[in-house]
């Protein structure tokens, strides 16, 4: 008895094994005609189609934001940062500020007007040796 269920057991792995590289088959052969089948001349020009779909580009170690449905509410897109881009500091620009701080600027306005950060005009200033040393 135990024999005979332990061949029904082979058996249907057996067949289950076959229906499975039937399946992977099947769905490599739809893949393979999938952009003949949605109207695009090559796969590449699906992928560029699918590619322009991507709304918003992860950004690396970071989780995309998920709209968060509340009951009884419909779910509503949360609003994007308004974080200012990250400016290039160049060794021009590094030049300009140092002239500006030398004619007495303040800080905060000289930051302002070169639209860098005032931790980053503080490093600029710093570099140039225009900072006075904490005793």
């Not at 007495?104 to 302002?112: N, Q, T």
Request: no cysteine; charged share 30%; net charge positive.
């Amino acid at each position: 008895m135990i024999t005979n269920t332990q061949k029904q057991i082979a058996a249907t792995k057996a067949k289950l094994e076959a229906l499975e590289k039937k399946a992977a088959a099947e769905a490599a052969k739809k893949l393979t005609n999938l952009h003949a089948d949605l109207g695009f001349a090559s796969r590449a020009d699906l992928i560029v189609a699918l590619s322009s779909l991507e709304s918003v580009k992860a950004k690396p170690g970071r989780k995309p934001q998920a709209v968060v449905k509340k009951a009884g509410r419909p779910a509503v897109a949360q609003k994007a940062s308004k974080r200012a881009k990250r400016a290039k500091i160049t060794e021009e620009l590094k030049a300009k500020v140092i002239d500006a701080v030398k004619a007495g600027g303040k800080g905060a306005a000289i930051a302002k007007e070169f639209g860098i950060s005032i931790p980053s005009l503080q490093n600029i200033k710093k570099a140039a040796g225009l900072t006075k040393s904490r005793k």
